[in-house]
C-alpha cells in the first residue's frame, strides 16, 4: 500500500510540474517581419437636374484606388514596397466622359542599418498612367498630350534612407539613374518630356534624387499624409530641379466610409515651365487594413513627436 502510496505521489508531482511548466512557458513573439497596411477606396459622385432654373448639367463620376505598403523589418534589414493605383472618370450630359483621375506609383527601397535610424539603401520607383490624356480638360477630340508611358519615369539609384518610426522616411540618393519613356509614337517629337530628338523613346539622366514620406495624426480619424521628392540632373543644368508635392488627407467617418482630399503639386522644365496643380475631393467607401505589427512599434523611438 505505501509502495503504490509512494508511486501516486510521484505521478501526481510529475504532472503538476509538467503543468506549472507549461503555463510558465514564455510567450511566443508576435512581432511579424511582413507588415501590411493599406486602403481600398470606391468614391462616387452624381448630380441631376429638372427644370432647375439655376442650370446644371446631369453627371455621374467615380474614383477608384488602392494605397498600399507592405514593409520587412528583421534584425538590420528594412525592406519598403508602396504600391499606389488610381483612376476616375466623370460623364456630365452635353460633354460626355471625362478622365478625372489616372495613376500609377511603384516604388521599392531596400537597407541595411549601419547607425541606429540610419540605412545604406538602394531602391527603384516607376511612375506612368494607364490611359491617353488630352489637351481641353481631358476631351478625346482634342490634342493628346499624354499616354501610358508616355511620359513614364524609371528610378534606379543608391544612398541612404533615415527611418525614426513610421511615421518619418526620408530616402536621399546622390547617384541616382532616371529615365523617361515616350512609347507612343506620336508623342516622340523633339522637346515633347525633354527628347532630343523626333523619334526618340527615352531620355536618361543621372543626378540627386531626395524623398520624403511624414504622416501626420491630426486628431482621432483624421490623418495628414505628406510625400515630396526633388531631383537634380548632374549631365544638363543641375539647377533646374524636377519638385513634386502630394498630400492626402483621410477622414474616417467609419470603418467603411471615409472622405479624401488630394493635393498635388508638379513642376518638371520638360513637361512645361508652369506649377501644374491637380486637387480632388471625394466620399465614399474605404477599406482600411493593417495586417502585422511592426518591429519599430516596439521600440521607443517617437519621443520626439511629443515635444
Given at each position: 500500500?505505501?509502495?503504490?502510496?509512494?508511486?501516486?505521489?510521484?505521478?501526481?508531482?510529475?504532472?503538476?510540474?509538467?503543468?506549472?511548466a507549461k503555463t510558465e512557458a514564455p510567450a511566443s513573439?508576435?512581432?511579424?517581419?511582413?507588415?501590411?497596411?493599406?486602403?481600398?477606396?470606391?468614391?462616387?459622385?452624381?448630380?441631376?437636374?429638372?427644370?432647375?432654373?439655376?442650370?446644371?448639367?446631369?453627371?455621374?463620376?467615380?474614383?477608384?484606388?488602392?494605397?498600399?505598403?507592405?514593409?520587412?523589418?528583421?534584425?538590420?534589414?528594412?525592406?519598403?514596397?508602396?504600391i499606389i493605383l488610381g483612376y476616375g472618370q466623370n460623364?456630365?450630359?452635353?460633354?460626355?466622359?471625362?478622365?478625372?483621375?489616372d495613376v500609377i506609383n511603384l516604388s521599392t527601397n531596400?537597407?541595411?542599418?549601419?547607425?541606429?535610424?540610419?540605412?545604406?539603401?538602394?531602391?527603384?520607383?516607376?511612375?506612368?498612367?494607364?490611359?491617353?490624356?488630352?489637351?481641353?480638360?481631358?476631351?478625346?477630340?482634342?490634342?493628346?498630350?499624354?499616354?501610358?508611358?508616355?511620359?513614364?519615369?524609371?528610378?534606379?539609384?543608391?544612398?541612404?534612407?533615415?527611418?525614426?518610426?513610421?511615421?518619418?522616411?526620408?530616402?536621399?540618393?546622390?547617384?541616382?539613374?532616371?529615365?523617361?519613356?515616350?512609347?507612343?509614337?506620336?508623342?516622340?517629337?523633339?522637346?515633347?518630356?525633354?527628347?532630343?530628338?523626333?523619334?526618340?523613346?527615352?531620355?536618361?539622366?543621372?543626378?540627386?534624387?531626395?524623398?520624403?514620406?511624414?504622416?501626420?495624426?491630426?486628431?482621432?480619424?483624421?490623418?495628414?499624409?505628406?510625400?515630396?521628392?526633388?531631383?537634380?540632373?548632374?549631365?544638363?543644368?543641375?539647377?533646374?530641379?524636377?519638385?513634386?508635392?502630394?498630400?492626402?488627407?483621410?477622414?474616417?467617418?467609419?470603418?467603411?466610409?471615409?472622405?479624401?482630399?488630394?493635393?498635388?503639386?508638379?513642376?518638371?522644365?520638360?513637361?512645361?515651365?508652369?506649377?501644374?496643380?491637380?486637387?480632388?475631393?471625394?466620399?465614399?467607401?474605404?477599406?482600411?487594413?493593417?495586417?502585422?505589427?511592426?518591429?519599430?512599434?516596439?521600440?521607443?523611438?517617437?519621443?520626439?513627436?511629443?515635444?
Amino acid at each position: 500500500m505505501k509502495k503504490l502510496l509512494l508511486i501516486s505521489s510521484i505521478s501526481f508531482g510529475a504532472v503538476a510540474f509538467a503543468q506549472e511548466a507549461k503555463t510558465e512557458a514564455p510567450a511566443s513573439d508576435t512581432v511579424k517581419a511582413w507588415s501590411i497596411q493599406g486602403q481600398n477606396t470606391l468614391m462616387l459622385n452624381q448630380a441631376a437636374f429638372s427644370n432647375w432654373v439655376g442650370g446644371g448639367a446631369n453627371n455621374v463620376g467615380w474614383l477608384a484606388g488602392v494605397n498600399y505598403n507592405l514593409t520587412y523589418e528583421k534584425g538590420k534589414d528594412l525592406w519598403e514596397n508602396i504600391i499606389i493605383l488610381g483612376y476616375g472618370q466623370n460623364n456630365t450630359q452635353g460633354t460626355g466622359v471625362r478622365k478625372t483621375q489616372d495613376v500609377i506609383n511603384l516604388s521599392t527601397n531596400y537597407g541595411r542599418e549601419f547607425v541606429k535610424h540610419w540605412y545604406l539603401s538602394a531602391g527603384a520607383g516607376l511612375q506612368t498612367q494607364f490611359a491617353p490624356g488630352y489637351e481641353d480638360g481631358n476631351n478625346p477630340d482634342a490634342k493628346k498630350i499624354s499616354n501610358f508611358m508616355a511620359p513614364g519615369y524609371l528610378s534606379v539609384g543608391a544612398g541612404v534612407t533615415y527611418r525614426p518610426n513610421d511615421n518619418l522616411t526620408v530616402t536621399l540618393r546622390p547617384a541616382n539613374a532616371r529615365w523617361t519613356f515616350v512609347l507612343d509614337e506620336d508623342l516622340q517629337k523633339a522637346g515633347t518630356y525633354g527628347l532630343k530628338n523626333d523619334g526618340d523613346s527615352s531620355l536618361f539622366q543621372f543626378g540627386f534624387l531626395g524623398t520624403a514620406m511624414y504622416k501626420l495624426k491630426i486628431m482621432e480619424n483624421i490623418t495628414l499624409l505628406n510625400t515630396a521628392s526633388v531631383f537634380s540632373n548632374y549631365l544638363d543644368h543641375p539647377e533646374r530641379l524636377v519638385l513634386g508635392y502630394s498630400g492626402v488627407l483621410s477622414m474616417k467617418i467609419n470603418k467603411y466610409i471615409s472622405t479624401n482630399v488630394t493635393l498635388d503639386l508638379l513642376y518638371d522644365h520638360n513637361q512645361i515651365w508652369k506649377t501644374q496643380l491637380k486637387q480632388t475631393l471625394g466620399v465614399g467607401l474605404a477599406y482600411n487594413f493593417d495586417n502585422g505589427k511592426k518591429r519599430s512599434e516596439n521600440k521607443d523611438n517617437q519621443s520626439w513627436l511629443k515635444k
